[in-house]
């Protein structure tokens, strides 16, 4: 049974920043992309972030810049750091394990 917890979610003010993780519970994690996705109040669920096994990152363009995802393959955790945040980023930040498996994510709100 694969287990995604996402932590690290809070309020924050605009410009200010954030480290989302995700830890996994799976025997072998390095092998597996991570995704992050976001879902908004009204809005339709978005890709933020997505890193590959080899380490290979790619953003969706309102984020490029301001977020950073990594991963700990020996924590079997991946990171998103979000900075320069602003209020059109609040939303539910889910990760996904191979878009496969879900965790049930952290909420981000800014506001001032």
């Known amino acids: 049974q694969v287990q995604l917890v996402e932590s690290g979610g809070g309020l924050v003010q605009p410009g200010g920043s954030l480290r989302l993780s995700c830890a996994a519970s799976v025997r072998i994690f390095s092998i597996y992309a991570m995704g992050w996705h976001r879902q908004a109040p009204g809005k339709q669920r978005e890709l933020v972030a997505r890193?590959?096994?080899?380490?290979?990152?790619i953003y969706a363009d309102s984020v490029k810049g301001r977020f950073t995802n990594s991963r700990d393959n020996a924590k079997k955790t991946v990171y998103l750091q979000v900075n320069s945040l602003e209020p059109e980023d609040t939303a539910v930040y889910c990760c996904?394990?191979?878009?496969?498996?879900w965790g049930q994510g952290t909420q981000v709100t800014v506001t001032s």
């Open positions: 890193i590959t096994s080899l380490g290979s990152t």
């Open positions: 996904n394990l191979e878009d496969a498996y």
